[in-house]
């Protein structure tokens, strides 16, 4: 029989991961092939041209556009400051001048003689994309960017918020089905990535930010709780570009959801590391996990990040990710090849599968699991 392939998560120590940093516009790369970086190195930098702001000359000196030119002191081209004239009018008998002061800073781009405004260009924006994961530059790609690549512990999660960021690991419970409570996060907090079990409660997400805690990875986050947090309702598109003081990472799904034991003992094992995490998530093409990546000492073993890991089969361990058993870890106990059935009335393939809860053995549509992929 040929083999299936699914979507899947990555869970594993010995992982070596790869990371795309490219720069939005053409730009300089600031690092060579083989250097060691640290998270916060800057790979790359670009300027992105300063906003454009228009000084109606003609409209302050109360003349027309064509004669505002004659009073102009600046030319395209020259740099300009805040308070500085741009233009003087001749006044009468050389008394009673009106003068026009910027209300910018920048570069001349234009002087309009249909307009009788001035267009300033200000400051170019500095756009610096940093190599958030502590390895080795493995390409450059002129102009755009860089590829860095690691070698450690890796965990993708199914969802998440916030962006980038990195922190000193710490299990903040004391086993995967027990709760982030407000009493688990400690003062001395500050800058790091905490691990919580089954959920994180509102009050306890509340503390973590006041006291500086940079990330929270939990088995499942009630959707009442994300909502009143971020003050609106998360969307279908991408997130991770939410205002907020910390990342959160959920690995099992909505609810207050025991963390896998594996994913769990793997980043106990982890803790007191450097972590870099992202909480970017998209489900559609394209998709992005929330990922939280731990580099460790290079081994000659580690597999590249999903290779060959993703093969559905007899005994491949997998998430469901749809109701009746959503988050639901299980292993897979059968392939049939014939189609059946569903409710909605699509033929559709099926899978059979254990479920590691309760060891009842189930049957879902294979387009509703994902396979947790582990080194």
Do not use: W
């Amino acid at each position: 029989m040929a083999s299936a392939y699914t979507p899947g998560l990555t869970v594993g120590s010995d992982i070596v991961v790869r990371r795309t940093r490219r720069l939005p516009i053409k730009g300089e790369v600031l690092v060579h092939e083989g250097q060691v970086v640290e998270p916060d190195t800057v790979v790359a930098r670009a300027l992105l041209p300063g906003n454009t702001q228009s000084i109606k000359l003609a409209e302050k000196l109360g003349v027309e556009a064509k004669d505002a030119l004659d009073l102009v002191r600046v030319k395209a081209g020259d740099p300009i400051e805040v308070g500085q004239v741009v233009a003087e009018s001749k006044g009468l008998f050389g008394l009673f001048k009106q003068s026009v002061a910027s209300e910018y800073s920048g570069t001349v781009e234009e002087i309009s003689s249909v307009t009788g405004n001035i267009l300033v260009r200000e400051a170019p924006i500095p756009v610096d994309v940093k190599a958030y994961i502590r390895g080795t530059v493995a390409t450059v790609l002129p102009e755009e960017g860089a590829i860095i690549e690691t070698q450690g512990g890796m965990v993708q999660g199914i969802f998440g918020v916030g962006g980038e960021r990195t922190g000193k690991l710490r299990i903040a419970v004391g086993g995967p089905s027990d709760e982030l409570t407000p009493e688990g996060i400690a003062d001395d907090d500050r800058g790091a990535l905490l691990v919580g079990g089954s959920g994180v409660s509102y009050g306890a997400i509340q503390k973590a930010a006041a006291v500086g805690v940079v990330g929270i990875v939990v088995g499942g986050i009630k959707d009442s709780d994300l909502t009143r947090y971020l003050g609106y309702d998360i969307g279908v598109a991408i997130t991770g570009q939410e205002q907020i003081p910390l990342t959160i990472v959920v690995t099992e799904g909505f609810g207050f959801l025991a963390m896998a034991e594996r994913t769990f003992k793997l980043l106990e094992s982890l803790a007191g590391c450097e972590a870099s995490f992202n909480g970017a998530t998209q489900i559609r093409a394209g998709v992005i996990r929330p990922e939280i990546i731990v580099p460790q000492e290079p081994s000659a073993k580690a597999a590249p990040q999903g290779a060959g890991a993703f093969e559905l089969k007899i005994g491949a361990p997998i998430r469901v990710i749809r109701e009746p058993y959503f988050g639901e870890i299980a292993s897979v106990t059968g392939l049939p090849a014939e189609l059946v059935t569903v409710d909605s009335g699509t033929e559709v393939r099926v899978l059979r599968a254990k479920l590691a809860r309760n060891g009842e053995e189930v049957v879902v549509p294979r387009a509703n699991v994902e396979i947790i992929a582990s080194s």
